[in-house]
């Protein structure tokens, strides 16, 4: 199956320029936006903490579409109870760039691989010929009939960035328990950003208390299968 050429209105949406860290950023007194959400399957692709870097680049359209570098992203286990990761976000890159950067290059899936981080890459869409994305073999093509899956590109895609952290806390399958001050981060679903100054800065006094990187493997795990620890070689 050839690649999907995204039509209106996603041929237009994904060609507005990228927003990456050379773009400025929010002034010292402006406070970033916090986003919390849900993360229906924590199996190590989306997000994707990986290599040095927290990605989310598919799942999430409206999300991705809204924050920029600086902002806050936090995914809550399915009822909220648990923290599963949080990052700032240092890049919004669009698909062509993602795929063109070499920072990211290891983040492209090995579905052959007998390493799960490397299947699990979540760098997917490979820009064709004419102005659309193939769609690599991974967590989200369509394996029964064995070939790209339409919907999930639309829903990747129509997010327009693929967000990259280098400060974030990836928990895992053994978050800690929500602290009892940031109850107010709860979602029933898709996605929360409208917080008070106060709450905001409740986040990022809570971050900074974190210690960075991945601290557990995810949910969805291969059991066995050390490599989601940067000590088995994952960064």
């Known amino acids: 199956?050839?690649?999907?050429?995204?039509?209106e209105p996603w041929s237009r949406v994904l060609k507005e320029p990228p927003t990456t860290d050379k773009t400025p950023?929010?002034?010292?007194?402006?406070?970033?936006?916090?986003?919390?959400?849900?993360?229906?399957?924590?199996?190590?692709?989306?997000?994707?903490?990986?290599?040095?870097?927290?990605?989310?680049?598919?799942?999430?359209?409206?999300?991705?579409?809204?924050?920029?570098?600086?902002?806050f992203v936090i995914g809550l286990s399915s009822r909220c109870e648990r923290v599963v990761y949080v990052m700032r976000v240092r890049e919004r890159l669009s698909f062509e760039d993602y795929w063109a950067d070499k920072r990211f290059a290891?983040?492209?899936?090995?579905?052959?691989?007998?390493?799960?981080?490397?299947?699990?890459?979540d760098n997917i869409y490979q820009p064709d010929e004419h102005g659309?994305?193939?769609?690599?073999?991974s967590a989200h093509w369509d394996h029964k009939r064995d070939r790209e899956h339409a919907d999930a590109m639309r829903r990747d895609l129509g997010g327009q960035f693929a967000l990259a952290a280098r400060e974030f806390t990836y928990f895992g399958a053994n978050g800690p328990l929500l602290p009892e001050q940031l109850d107010f981060?709860?979602?029933?679903?898709?996605?929360?950003?409208?917080?008070?100054?106060?709450?905001?800065r409740a986040v990022m006094h809570w971050f900074d208390s974190l210690e960075r990187g991945v601290r557990g493997p995810p949910a969805g795990w291969p059991s066995g299968d050390r490599t989601w620890s940067p000590r088995c070689g994952s960064s």
């Open 132 to 137: 659309g994305f193939h769609q690599e073999r």
């Open 1 to 7: 199956m050839p690649g999907v050429r995204i039509g």
């Open 185 to 200: 981060l709860h979602i029933q679903r898709g996605h929360r950003c409208r917080f008070t100054p106060e709450q905001v």
């Open 25 to 71: 950023r929010r002034q010292a007194t402006d406070l970033p936006r916090v986003f919390s959400y849900v993360v229906k399957f924590d199996g190590g692709f989306s997000p994707n903490p990986f290599h040095g870097w927290c990605t989310l680049a598919c799942c999430k359209p409206m999300l991705r579409r809204s924050a920029r570098p600086g902002d």
């Open 106 to 121: 290891r983040k492209r899936p090995d579905w052959d691989s007998n390493r799960a981080v490397a299947r699990l890459g």
